[in-house]
């Protein structure tokens, strides 16, 4: 057979590969998350609709923004790995160490991308200041 032919049908073979993967590896996201955690002394705030697929794909966000296993001070968690909630390590009253409480660590990651998305210029509409704008109300 042809060389040229071979590396051809070689970077068809490969771009179909990766494209087979990315195409898989999507489908696994959902659109949304509803964030509704319980353990509070007083729930004072409704859930938060999180648009999952929608920060993943449009906004280019990696998982490991978010999801994590900390390990000697290094995030060791990757794609693939299981999913816990997040209130399996966060408790929601009290602080553990260097592990903030459930509220903080929402806020700090989600409040703090938003703040410099803004602050930046990138964005407009990321909301960070007024709780109504990622919580809804509560029935």
Request: with cysteine.
């Amino acid at each position: 057979m042809n060389k040229r032919f071979i590396s051809a049908l070689m970077i068809i073979l490969t771009g179909v590969v990766f494209l087979t993967v990315g195409v898989l590896t999507a489908a696994d996201i959902p659109d949304e998350i509803v964030i509704n955690e319980k353990g509070y002394k007083q729930d004072k705030k409704g859930p938060v609709k999180f648009m999952h697929k929608e920060h993943y794909e449009d906004h280019k966000l990696t998982c490991t923004e978010c999801h994590h296993v900390y390990k000697d001070g290094k995030n060791v968690w990757k794609q693939g790995d299981p999913v816990h909630k997040c209130g399996e390590c966060h408790d929601p009253l009290k602080k553990d160490g260097k592990v903030v409480t459930l509220k903080n660590a929402f806020h700090k990651n989600c409040k703090t991308c938003h703040k410099e998305l803004v602050k930046s210029g990138k964005s407009t509409k990321a909301p960070y200041k007024k709780c109504t704008k990622c919580h809804e109300k509560k029935s």
